[in-house]
C-alpha cells in the first residue's frame, strides 16, 4: 500500500469507520507494551539527561537557556560579494511593533518577470521548545526551495514553549497568514518581493514541529475568509505527533540518537497545556477533539516519512486519518533515512526537494480542490 511513489487508494474502500477501527485496534493490542516501554524509559532515563541532550536549562525566573552551538545567521537582501553570490535572497520583515514576531521573506536572486510564483509559507522544526527562522540549518533549507523550485517562501518565526505553550506557536502561524492576506489586499501597501507571489497558489510547509503547526494551522484556517489567497495544498515532513500508548515504531527505536522517546516525553511536557497528556489532540491528532470534523474540508496533501524515524508510525497514522476522511494524499514512506536527515544528507535533501516540487507545480487545479482552497 505504501511505497517511494505515494498512495494507491480508491477512496470508497477506506470508510472512516474502517479506519478508526483498524486504529483503535492497533492501540488497544500495543497498550500492554506501551505501559512497559514507559516504565522501562522512566527507570533508565531522567529530566537531567533530556535536557543536556537537547542543550537546554532551567534559568531562575523559569524560563530556558537555550545553549546548542547551531548558529543563526543574517538575512541576504542583496548579492553584494561577486566571490560568494547568495543560493536565495532573503530579508527580515517585523510583523508588528509591538512584538518580536516577524518572517524571514526568500525569492530568488533573478525572479522571474513575467511568471508568478508560488507562495510557500514555512515553518522550522525544533519540537516547539529550539531554534528559529534565522537558524542556519532552516535559513539555507528556504534558500535551497526558493532557488530550486523556484519560489516566495515566507519562514514563519514563531514563540517557543516553555515559556509559551501550545497553541501559542499556531496562533503566530495564523496571524502569519492573515499578514499575507493584508499583503495580497494591498492594505497598507505591500512589500516588493511579494509582487512576484501568486497569491493563489499558497501552500503550507513544516517539517518535524513545524509539521505539526502546519497541520493545525490549516484546520483553524478553515474558520476564516482569507481571500484572494488560495492555500493550494500541505506539506508535512517527518510531522512531530504523539501519544500516551506507544507505537511499534516508537518502542523499536525509543533509543534513537536523534529524537529519543525519553526526550520526546520532556519536550511535550514542556510543549502541551498545563495538566494535558500526550493524547491531547496538539499531540494525537486521532485522538478525536475540537479538529476532527474539519479534517474533509482540507486541501490535498503531501506527507513524507522516513523508517529510521521513530515518529514514522505516527506519520502513518495520520495518512490513514486523512484517506478516511477522502483528503488527497500523496504519501513518500521511504526505507531506512532518520529524523531530520535532510539536514545532515545532501542526496535527501534533493530526493525531499524534488518530490515537494513535483507536487506543487504537476497537479492541476480541479474544481474539488478549487472549493478546498476557498478558505
Known amino acids: 500500500m505504501f511505497g517511494q511513489h505515494g498512495l494507491n487508494r480508491n477512496p470508497k ?26 516504565e522501562k524509559v522512566a527507570k533508565t532515563h531522567t529530566w537531567q539527561e533530556a535536557f543536556e541532550l537537547l542543550g537546554i536549562s532551567w534559568k531562575s525566573d523559569g524560563t530556558l537557556k537555550r545553549e546548542i552551538q547551531i548558529p543563526m545567521v543574517n538575512a541576504t537582501p542583496s548579492a553584494t560579494d561577486p566571490n560568494s553570490p547568495p543560493v536565495a535572497l532573503s530579508t ?16 530568488p536572486v533573478k525572479p522571474p518577470k513575467d511568471t508568478k510564483l508560488p507562495l510557500i509559507i514555512y515553518f ?34 514563531y514563540r517557543l514553549a516553555p515559556e509559551n505553550r501550545l497553541p501559542a506557536a499556531f496562533d503566530d502561524a495564523l496571524n502569519a497568514i492573515f499578514w499575507i492576506q493584508s499583503q495580497a489586499l494591498g492594505v497598507g501597501g505591500r512589500d ?17 514541529a513545524g ?5 493545525h494551522t490549516a484546520l483553524r484556517a478553515l474558520d476564516f475568509d482569507l481571500r484572494p489567497i488560495k492555500i493550494r495544498g500541505i506539506l508535512l515532513n517527518q510531522p512531530f505527533f504523539g501519544g500516551v500508548f506507544r507505537t511499534p515504531s516508537e518502542i523499536r527505536l525509543k533509543e534513537d540518537p536523534n529524537i529519543p522517546l525519553y526526550m520526546c516525553d520532556v519536550l511535550w511536557t514542556l510543549a502541551l497545556p498545563p495538566y494535558a497528556n500526550r493524547d491531547h489532540e496538539f ?23 522516513d523508517e529510521g524515524d521513530p515518529l514514522v508510525d505516527r506519520t ?10 477522502r483528503v488527497p ?38 474544481d474539488d480542490e478549487e472549493s478546498r482552497a476557498a478558505y
Open 13 to 38: 474502500s477506506w470508510p472512516v469507520v474502517a479506519a478508526y477501527t483498524l486504529l483503535a485496534f492497533l492501540l488497544f493490542t500495543q497498550s500492554r507494551l506501551s505501559i512497559m516501554a514507559d
Open 92 to 107: 527580515d520583515i517585523q510583523l508588528s511593533p509591538k512584538s518580536k514576531a516577524y518572517v524571514r521573506l526568500y525569492i
Open 124 to 157: 522550522h522544526g525544533g519540537d516547539f521548545v529550539l531554534f528559529s527562522a534565522s537558524t542556519v540549518i532552516f535559513h539555507n533549507f528556504c534558500n535551497d526551495i526558493a532557488s530550486q523550485f523556484p519560489a516566495v517562501v515566507v519562514s514563519v518565526e
Open 192 to 208: 516588493p518581493w511579494l509582487d512576484y507571489a501568486d497569491f493563489s497558489r499558497v501552500f503550507l510547509l513544516g517539517s518535524s
Open 211 to 215: 509539521g505539526n503547526i502546519v497541520y
Open 283 to 305: 499531540c494525537n491528532p486521532i485522538s478525536g477533539g475540537s479538529y476532527l470534523g474539519r479534517v474533509p474540508r482540507l486541501p490535498r496533501f503531501f506527507v513524507k516519512a
Open 316 to 325: 502513518t497514522q495520520l495518512v490513514q486519518l486523512l484517506m478516511g476522511y
Open 329 to 366: 494524499v500523496v504519501y513518500r514512506y521511504n526505507r531506512g533515512g532518520f529524523h531530520g536527515i535532510e539536514l545532515q544528507n545532501k542526496t535527501a535533501a534533493q530526493n525531499l526537494y524534488d518530490d515537494m516540487q513535483r507536487f506543487i507545480y504537476s497537479t492541476r487545479v480541479t
